[in-house]
């Protein structure tokens, strides 16, 4: 512990930290929060997947194209503007009264214009602390990114159950705006400036770290939003046993992202991770098909997800050292910024699939109403799984070796003599 202590008296690493934190906040609470509100419109989890369906389109347009604007426009002009737009269509969405089709098209508009505060952060570490310090300094960023994940739907499902749908949608709007401004305030994001990347849009996929890590992120993101969905299922809307259930889920990750986070990193660490998550999402079928309903259900279910919790924020420790180590200074921001979309995709796309397979289940399973979201998230954790393990040979060594993004190089015309 006392690596992470040291990097939180390095000076701006704990303001940045925290505020990055607050303004990234709402994208652990907004796939929940729109479908709770759209289920409590339509009274169907169907049409509240066609929403979610329209904010991941969006999500998945804008967050490389936004991070690559940062480096012509600059941080601030960029994070501003997207900012602005996106608080607009969140209150349309949480106030204005809309068919199905309009709630769609704000719900794009918000996926298009989310702000890339994780790209902008990403993209400072590397300039705040020695590359000595930059692979503990990931770990303790996910660690708190499992605050947004998994503490983000604790907060958005006790407020909707417990005062409404429209008010938890409302707060995700707070933290936008409060976080978003504390950190464009924030020193650091006036200081690093980002290069004008010189390749083309999506090049950076090209590189195999990068797209695996993508990818992954996308499963293992679904598979915790198809997770909380299959929890707030089963429990029911008006029972804040589910945001107690999630709340354990949340303190598992945060202890595992510290505990395991730092370990050094090898070609199979992803895997490794990722099969811990995989056997806690299968433990929470078993839960629910064997003891749903009972008072032993909320035990074995939160025993699951302890299971489930403890290597989320390792794997994802694991992602942004690779992505770093794997791309030029130029290029990290727009790495980051596909590796956050599918995160982003996968949080909707997860909540979506899991709210139609709960539709589709309960109406055969009534004593398990959650079992559709817990199946689609063993679904999604195994392709996770499976992913980094075929692949590993993909994945950097960074046993021994620090994770700083490869410098920018420009050729230097020759002299005559």
Same mark, same amino acid.
């Given at each position: 512990?006392?690596?992470?202590?040291?990097?939180?008296?390095?000076?701006?690493?704990?303001?940045?930290?925290?505020?990055?934190?607050?303004?990234?906040?709402?994208?652990?609470?907004?796939?929940?929060?729109?479908?709770?509100?759209?289920?409590?419109?339509?009274?169907?989890?169907?049409?509240?997947?066609?929403?979610?369906?329209?904010?991941?389109?969006?999500?998945?347009?804008?967050?490389?194209?936004?991070?690559?604007?940062?480096?012509?426009?600059?941080?601030?002009?960029?994070?501003?503007?997207?900012?602005?737009?996106?608080?607009?269509?969140?209150?349309?969405?949480?106030?204005?009264?809309?068919?199905?089709?309009?709630?769609?098209?704000?719900?794009?508009?918000?996926?298009?214009?989310?702000?890339?505060?994780?790209?902008?952060?990403?993209?400072?570490?590397?300039?705040?602390?020695?590359?000595?310090?930059?692979?503990?300094?990931?770990?303790?960023?996910?660690?708190?990114?499992?605050?947004?994940?998994?503490?983000?739907?604790?907060?958005?499902?006790?407020?909707?159950?417990?005062?409404?749908?429209?008010?938890?949608?409302?707060?995700?709007?707070?933290?936008?705006?409060?976080?978003?401004?504390?950190?464009?305030?924030?020193?650091?994001?006036? =200081?690093?400036?980002?290069? =004008?990347?010189?390749?083309?849009?999506?090049?950076?996929?090209? =590189?195999?770290?990068?797209?695996?890590?993508?990818?992954?992120?996308?499963?293992?993101?679904?598979?915790?939003?198809?997770?909380?969905?299959?929890?707030?299922?089963?429990?029911?809307?008006?029972?804040?046993?589910?945001?107690?259930?999630?709340?354990?889920?949340?303190?598992?990750?945060?202890?595992?992202?510290?505990?395991?986070?730092?370990?050094?990193?090898?070609?199979?660490?992803?895997?490794?991770?990722?099969?811990?998550?995989?056997?806690?999402?299968?433990?929470?079928?078993?839960?629910?098909?064997?003891?749903?309903?009972?008072?032993?259900?909320?035990?074995?279910?939160?025993?699951?997800?302890?299971?489930?919790?403890?290597?989320?924020?390792?794997?994802?420790?694991?992602?942004?050292?690779?992505?770093?180590?794997?791309?030029?200074?130029?290029?990290?921001?727009?790495?980051?910024?596909?590796?956050?979309?599918?995160?982003?995709?996968?949080?909707?796309?997860?909540?979506?699939?899991?709210?139609?397979?709960?539709?589709?289940?309960?109406? =055969?399973?009534?004593?398990?109403?959650?079992?559709?979201?817990?199946?689609?998230?063993?679904?999604?954790?195994?392709?996770?799984?499976?992913?980094?393990?075929?692949?590993?040979?993909?994945?950097?060594?960074?046993?021994?070796?620090?994770?700083?993004?490869?410098?920018?190089?420009?050729?230097?015309?020759?002299?005559?003599?």
């Amino acid at each position: 512990m006392n690596v992470y202590l040291s990097l939180l008296r390095t000076p701006g690493v704990a303001r940045i930290i925290a505020a990055q934190l607050t303004a990234r906040f709402p994208g652990g609470m907004l796939s929940l929060g729109f479908l709770l509100h759209m289920q409590h419109i339509f009274g169907s989890y169907g049409a509240a997947g066609l929403v979610l369906a329209a904010t991941s389109v969006g999500q998945a347009v804008s967050g490389p194209l936004t991070s690559r604007w940062m480096g012509q426009w600059g941080m601030r002009p960029v994070l501003l503007l997207t900012t602005s737009i996106c608080t607009v269509s969140l209150l349309t969405v949480a106030l204005a009264p809309l068919p199905l089709v309009g709630y769609m098209i704000a719900g794009l508009i918000a996926g298009l214009s989310y702000p890339p505060v994780q790209p902008a952060v990403r993209t400072i570490y590397p300039k705040m602390v020695n590359s000595r310090q930059l692979t503990p300094l990931f770990s303790l960023d996910a660690s708190a990114q499992e605050i947004i994940w998994i503490a983000g739907p604790v907060v958005v499902t006790f407020v909707a159950t417990q005062i409404s749908t429209t008010v938890g949608i409302l707060v995700s709007v707070v933290f936008l705006v409060g976080g978003g401004l504390w950190f464009l305030l924030s020193p650091e994001v006036g =200081r690093v400036r980002i290069p =004008r990347s010189r390749r083309k849009l999506g090049s950076v996929l090209t =590189r195999g770290p990068v797209l695996l890590t993508t990818l992954v992120g996308f499963l293992l993101v679904g598979t915790c939003a198809a997770t909380e969905a299959g929890v707030v299922a089963t429990f029911g809307q008006g029972n804040s046993t589910s945001g107690v259930v999630l709340a354990i889920w949340a303190v598992a990750s945060l202890l595992g992202g510290l505990l395991l986070g730092h370990l050094p990193i090898s070609p199979w660490a992803l895997a490794r991770r990722m099969t811990v998550v995989l056997a806690g999402s299968v433990l929470g079928v078993v839960a629910i098909l064997v003891w749903a309903g009972t008072p032993a259900g909320f035990w074995t279910l939160s025993g699951s997800l302890l299971v489930a919790g403890l290597c989320i924020a390792p794997a994802l420790a694991v992602m942004f050292a690779v992505v770093s180590s794997s791309v030029r200074f130029s290029d990290t921001a727009e790495a980051y910024g596909w590796v956050g979309t599918g995160q982003l995709i996968g949080a909707a796309a997860g909540s979506a699939v899991a709210g139609f397979l709960i539709d589709f289940v309960s109406g =055969r399973h009534a004593g398990s109403p959650g079992l559709g979201g817990f199946i689609v998230a063993v679904l999604f954790a195994v392709v996770g799984t499976l992913v980094p393990v075929i692949f590993h040979r993909t994945l950097p060594d960074l046993r021994g070796r620090d994770a700083s993004p490869q410098a920018d190089t420009e050729p230097v015309p020759a002299q005559p003599s």
